[in-house]
Structures are given as C-alpha cells and as structure tokens.
C-alpha cells in the first residue's frame, strides 16, 4: 500500500470513528448501552407481603414501565433491616441495585448495631422519598380513655403504671412512643413483643393500654371498631380519620411522627442514572393508579429531589440517634 493510500485510509478511520462516537456509538462502531438495558433489582430488607414488600412491588412496577425495563424485587430480611441494606451498600454503583430505604433503615438500625455494615449517609446516593404513614396512637375499644389528654394526666398521676407495647425494642413504634414520652414529659412502661402482631391482640384484649401504630396497619383496625384512635402524629387530620385530632391539636405542636418508605442507589452512581430514576420514579408518583394504591397502605405518596431525601434522611439520622443514645438501646 502507498504512503497516500495508507494516509487515506488512517483518515477515513478516523472520520468513522469520530462519527459513530458522535452518534452515540462505540468506537467499533456498536451502540453504547443507554440506561437502563438490562433489568434493575429492587432490594427489599423485609419479607414478602408486609408493607414496605407492597410499597415496593407498586413503585417498582410503575418505574419499571416508565424505564421501559423490568424492577424485580429482591427480599432481603433480617437483623433489623442491616442484611439486604449492607447488600445493596456494597453493589455496583452502576444504577442496576436500588434499594427502598425507610425508617428503620436509613434512621434507627444505624445506631442500635454497633456493626450494622454500611453508613447510611456515605454509603447510598439518594434517590426520592416514596412517602410517609403517620403515627396513631391506639386504645382498645372499651378502654377507658377517651382522649390523649386523659392519658396524659393520668401517667402524671401514677408514673409507669400504664404500658404501650410494640413489635421490638429498636422499633419505629418503640421509638415513636419514646419520642412522644420526651414530648409530653410522662413516663409510660414499654412492653416489647417478638414481631407480628401480639401487641396489637394484647391491645385488644385489654392487657396493655396503648399502642403507636403506623396508619397503615392502624386503618383496617380503626374501620372494624376493633380498637380506637386517640390521635394521629401528622401535621393536620387525615381525611380517613375526620374525627381523629392531631398530637398538635392535643397540645403537642411538634410532634410529627412517620413511618417512611424512600429509594437510594450504591453511593458513587453517575448523576444522569440518579437524575433519570429521580424522574421516574416521581412520575410513578403522580400516576393515579399508584398513588391510589399507596393510600390503601396508608401511605402519603411524596414526590421530592434527590436533595430533599439527602436532607430528610440526615435530620431523621440524627433525630432517632438522640433518642437511642438517650435510652442507651443497643441491640448487639
């Protein structure tokens, strides 16, 4: 080949080359992958059928048609939400490893294990907050209390006497009536049950007095008259609960109280992959088939930027910290 047949030829490569790159190709010509070109998985650190297991299949649903790409859920339980969070701490950041992050996950594991696996501000690139469920605080049906006001007074009169129990030691439930003891300045007596739903029936059956619920598993209670609803920790009543007052309203302005549900990628994740699922999943959001089934759940769909979960996630950190310091609560 000649001096000027090879110099051709190095040009014309050359224009290949920087076309199909201008074009979105690689530089042998193939297309790049465009995000997303494979299914995402969706880690889910609680069993299948339990709430946050339902807020997940619905938003992962939704994205995933707006993606145009499958969102298969992965539950991944145990040790308080530590395992499948550590697992999706440590994934590829690449986008392909989401993980729905709540309460328990983002706020209090990180302070009751001394080893939970993974920081939850460091280690995660936040996404959007799904929603929130508000706090209620319950009574049995034929208790003898009929507003919050009477129980106040009475825990003033007999400190320790009356109990509220709840799924856990380390529990949303557990922490929010810690939250509402150092609001009110009463002492009530917790009463921890091993998960399920044994605090609920012991409610029920009159062997303890109080339990703070989420609104999600609070409603269907409601509804049957099973139990009554003294007040709900949201910042005006709930239009399911009409007759129910707020904490504010019972003389408790600050107490705002909500189980969470949010998403978050591997830290480290590209910008254009954070802002395209930040998309995504706020239109899922505003899609009314979603947003209807979420408040089914109980749950208040909340768009936001991945900024706005930045800082939720940091405020409830540090919220739940002072309160698990201030009990000295640790689970390991």
Known sequence: MTSTRRTRATIARRTLIASSLLLGLGP?????????????TL????????????????????????LKQSIIVDNRAGAGTTIGTTIAAKAAPDGYTLVLGSLSSHAISPHLYRQPGYDAMKDFAPIGMIGEAPIVLEVASDSPFKNLKEITEQAKKEPGKLTYGSAGNGSPLHLGAELFKRASNVDLTHVPYKGGNAHTLDLMGGRIDMIFDTLTSATPLIASGKVRALAVASPERLPEMPNVPTFAESGYPNFVVNAWYSLYAPAKVSPEVLTKLNKALN??????????????????????????????????????????????????
């Open 43 to 66: 880690i889910v650190p609680y069993p299948a059928g339990g709430a946050n297991d339902a807020v997940a299949r619905i938003v992962g649903q939704k994205m995933g048609e707006l």
């Open 283 to 332: 239109d899922a959001l505003a899609d009314p088939d979603a947003k209807e089934r979420l408040a089914k759940l109980g749950v208040r769909s909340k768009a936001s930027t991945a900024a706005d979960l930045g800082k939720f996630t940091k405020a409830e950190l540090d919220r739940y910290g002072t309160v698990i310091n201030s009990i000295n609560l640790k689970i390991d």
């Open 28 to 40: 042998l010509g193939f297309a790049a992958d465009v995000y997303p070109s494979k299914p995402i």
